[in-house]
């Protein structure tokens, strides 16, 4: 088993920026990869960003490349997520979650959730 726990999200005006956190804990952090994840209100959950086991491989969605930078520290048990150049509609809950084979983008993918942060960009 293992627990996710996100924090840092928050409100930010357009432009701004912040740093998404998530903790694990439980089964060995540095065998899974990681995913961030975000769902607006009345829209399905979407991709964001994942980070292989070692953190030499990234993916992102178009939506977000150039402006967020996922990270790990494995040594921490903790994946972060560098939101910068923020916009309105990247107002959501922000989730992370672990999948024990591969960076991916596809949330069926994904083993274990956390139970979200919410991020909300003011224009």
């Known amino acids: 088993q293992v627990q996710l726990v996100e924090s840092g999200g928050g409100l930010v005006q357009a432009g701004g920026s912040l740093r998404l956190s998530c903790a694990t804990s439980?089964?060995?952090?540095?065998?899974?990869?990681m995913g961030w994840f975000r769902q607006a209100p009345g829209k399905e959950r979407e991709f964001v960003a994942a980070?292989?086991?070692?953190?030499?491989?990234?993916v992102y969605a178009d939506s977000v490349k150039g402006r967020f930078t996922i990270s790990r520290d494995n040594a921490k048990d903790t994946v972060y997520l560098q939101m910068s150049s923020l916009k309105p509609e990247d107002t959501a809950v922000y989730y992370c979650a672990a999948n024990p084979h591969r960076a991916s983008p596809e949330a069926a993918e994904y083993t274990y959730w956390g139970q979200g942060t919410q991020v909300t960009v003011s224009s």
């Open positions: 980070i292989s086991w070692s953190g030499s491989g990234t």
């Open positions: 439980g089964r060995t952090f540095s065998t899974y990869a």
